[in-house]
């Protein structure tokens, strides 16, 4: 229901102006059905012996620049495919300018090519529905593709373009830093994800590049040139490992790839790159996040690891991480969730590299009242494997579930190409794979306990949990064995440590300066000192046949009210606490759902032009564009909640007729770039509004578009008392 709620909040909120046009879908009704029953024993059942199969062996080829490229039969289907894996990746970009990698990866393919604009190249690939991505993760790249058959011949040139001679267009450049940063805005919402990225700086330090995240204000850094030189430094034909699979002759196949491959020069001095080896030692600390909106923990403790995959113990350590955390076989959930119940979910895993140590940790996910006893509960059984071997029933277990889902490891070409490329890469043997199996299968139980005594340290683990510390019924205290715990700061800033926001550089602050005008050249345009007139706005306004009220009051006060299928949904705001009453009751609103809220308003043309001199926002001009044939002023706006977005002025008249942003879904945890277009603008008390917005959501799924049109708007009008609290009656804004 909460989700469904704010799916719906958000898109009453900001004067009607801001729609997201969230959408619910129905469930279908239960049906009740007999139930069979077997006429048998399902425990006498017997299955035969798994068959052994033959793993499909790719041809390999070398091409004279040193790219190595790997090509694998398949007629089934009438496709064909490709993969390249770079490598690139984030611990290489500077510290000083995290989230470089992960924009560069996105750029590469949405901005374009030297030959093909990126509204062209989407619309080639469109036309035969081929499919082309890249992106770059933590330690690799990728890039892929997918098209018939028939059409190889001309998506393998896009393909091969993409990677070779992206041409990084401005505007997608600038698009790409907005998703990030607005994702950098939500990265606090889910306390999973919290957990996982502080659990990484308290394991590894917050400046190891494989704990450091991106900033609003790294990111504000990055520009075009930067995606330029990170791409042009890494992506090198002999740091590319390429493989095709699907209908084609292979033959024929190579004779293509050299064409569009061969010409590739290597710099005569790169040695691809080595990723930098952890630096982290094991100590024992307890943390905790505070996240008063939850009621459950979230927990996760461990400590850096020692081996990687080439090491003898890596099966050992295999079959130990299947008796601790093997499913529903696995000592974790059979104690600490089926015959304790402290556990809504709980799982852990040894972790190794291919060239560097990994790290062990366990998660459990708990009742906040039960927080410092689920995780006792968890810690009491990583010490358990340490003295006591897995019985032999345990360890057939183990071996079983992994020896039966071998064969899973190779059900797709890509799979196996993808495997084929990653033993490559790192010089580990083909069958190295078959030859764990083949270990796996010798591993006694006196092996787990001794890689358990080993490799795992409970006594020297860190502890983190990120939950409601106000529900807890004991004290963390109890968990650290000398009473310490660090409370962690998970704020998000927007200026770098030490660093005086009003120190920017001489084309930062001409960028403010051309921002600041454009605003003004705005207002002026749609009623100018008429704006500094205005104490409330009222704005009732209809989407799709639901009619939804909102009253503002400056500066910062709201009232909205929508009636649903759902029930009459109410949100109030009275400058200091955000409070929500629907079917199920009222509650305060949580901060992410303050700050989407509050992030709409400002995306609001009236509450914007009337707030211009608040503190905290700032604009940017960012030059000039066409859309649609229509030449526009460009200004970045950062309010001081919600996400970063980009308004449209018209060239000529100056009035805001377009604005881009791009947001996440919270049902779907989906991307999706939201582009608004004003028009039908009128004027109500000396300034003048756009009265229709289209607002389209575009996802990798497609695009959905919801118009919204404002009955009526009243400006200084007449509010009754109590109106921005929930204890009042007051309902529709204003007296009569």
């Known amino acids: 229901m909460d989700r469904l709620f704010l799916s719906r909040v958000l898109s009453v909120a900001a004067l009607g102006l801001a729609l997201l046009g969230l959408g619910v879908v129905p469930s279908a009704s239960a049906q009740e059905t007999d139930i069979q029953t077997a006429d048998y024993d399902v425990t006498e059942l017997t299955y035969p012996d798994l068959r052994d199969f033959e793993v499909p062996e790719p041809e390999r080829i070398e091409l004279d620049n040193g790219m190595t490229v790997f090509l694998l039969e398949d007629p089934e289907l009438p496709q064909v495919n490709a993969s390249a894996q770079i490598g690139v990746g984030s611990v290489y970009e500077p510290a000083e300018k995290r989230g470089l990698a992960s924009i560069t990866g996105t750029v590469m393919r949405t901005g374009g090519t030297e030959s093909m604009a990126p509204d062209s190249l989407n619309t080639v690939l469109e036309n035969i529905a081929a499919t082309v991505e890249t992106s770059i993760g933590e330690t690799s790249g990728s890039a892929y593709m997918s098209t018939l058959a028939d059409h190889v011949d001309t998506v393998l040139p896009v393909f091969a373009e993409v990677l070779r001679r992206p041409a990084f267009a401005e505007d997608r450049v600038q698009q790409a830093k907005s998703q990030v940063q607005s994702g950098i805005t939500r990265r606090n919402d889910n306390a999973s994800s919290i957990v996982g990225r502080e659990f990484d700086k308290v394991l590894y330090g917050e400046d190891s590049p494989y704990a450091r995240t991106p900033e609003l204000y790294t990111v504000d850094r990055i520009e075009r040139q930067d995606l ?25 196949m190579e004779q293509t790839i050299r064409a569009q491959f061969g010409d590739w020069d290597a710099p ?13 030692e094991r100590a024992h600390s307890v943390n905790f996040v505070q996240k008063s909106d939850v009621n459950q923990s979230n927990i996760r403790m461990g400590h850096p690891g020692e081996l990687t995959r080439q090491s003898d113990d890596y099966a050992s350590v295999q079959m130990m991480n299947e008796v601790l955390s093997g499913g529903f076989s696995g000592r974790l959930f059979q104690q600490v969730r089926r015959e304790k119940g402290l556990a809504y979910s709980v799982g852990g895993v040894y972790t190794a590299g291919y060239n560097r140590p990994g790290r062990f940790y366990a998660s459990v996910a708990s009742q906040s009242a039960s927080t410092v006893e ?29 020896l039966n889902s071998f064969v899973f490891n190779f059900d797709s070409e890509r799979e196996i190409l993808g495997r084929r490329a990653t033993y490559e890469y790192y010089d580990y043997p083909a069958d190295f794979l078959q030859r764990t199996r083949a270990a796996i299968e010798e591993v006694t139980p006196d092996d787990v306990l001794s890689a358990a005594q080993t490799y795992l340290h409970p006594d020297e683990s860190h502890i983190l949990i990120v939950g409601n510390g106000d529900q807890f019924s004991k004290d963390l205290s109890t968990l650290s064995q000398d009473g310490t715990v660090d409370t962690l700061d998970i704020s998000i800033p927007r200026e770098a ?9 001489a084309a930062e602050e001409e960028a403010a300066m051309a921002g600041q005008q454009l605003m003004a050249n705005a207002k002026e345009a749609l009623g100018g000192s008429a704006f500094d007139q205005i104490q409330n706005m009222r704005v009732l306004t209809e989407q799709q046949g639901t009619e939804s009220t909102l009253v503002v009051r400056l500066p910062n006060q709201l009232r909205t009210e929508v009636s649903t299928a759902m029930g009459n949904i109410t949100v109030v705001n009275d400058g200091e606490t955000m409070k929500m009453k629907t079917p199920q009751g009222t509650r305060t609103a949580p901060p992410s759902a303050r700050g989407q809220i509050m992030g709409q308003l400002w995306r609001s043309l009236p509450y914007l032009m009337a707030s211009l001199d608040h503190e905290g926002l700032t604009v940017a001009a960012e030059g000039e564009t066409t859309v649609d044939g229509t030449r526009y002023r460009v200004a970045d706006v950062q309010p001081p909640a919600g996400s970063e977005y980009t308004l449209y002025l018209h060239a000529e008249t100056m009035r805001p007729e377009r604005l881009t942003l791009e947001q996440t879904n919270p049902q779907t945890g989906q991307q999706v770039s939201v582009t608004q277009r004003f028009t039908d603008f009128r004027e109500v008390s000396g300034v003048r509004l756009p009265f229709t917005t289209e607002t389209v959501r575009s996802t990798g799924d497609g695009e959905n578009t919801v118009t919204a049109n404002i009955q009526s708007l009243d400006i200084n009008a007449d509010l009754k008392e109590g109106l921005f609290t929930l204890d009042s009656s007051a309902s529709g804004g204003a007296s009569q």
């Open 374 to 402: 689920a995780t006792n509960a968890v810690m009491t059984e990583v010490k358990r494997m340490r003295d006591e071997p897995p019985t032999q029933e345990e360890l057939g277990l183990a071996k079983d579930s992994y």
């Open 497 to 505: 440590p030490g660093e005086d926001p009003a120190d920017m550089t």
């Open 268 to 280: 005569s001095d790169f040695e691809p790159p080595t990723p930098p080896t952890p630096e982290a």
């Open 228 to 252: 330029v030189d990170f791409h042009d430094q890494y992506v090198h034909p002999n740091n590319v490992i390429l493989s095709v699979w699907g209908d084609f002759d292979a033959d024929q």
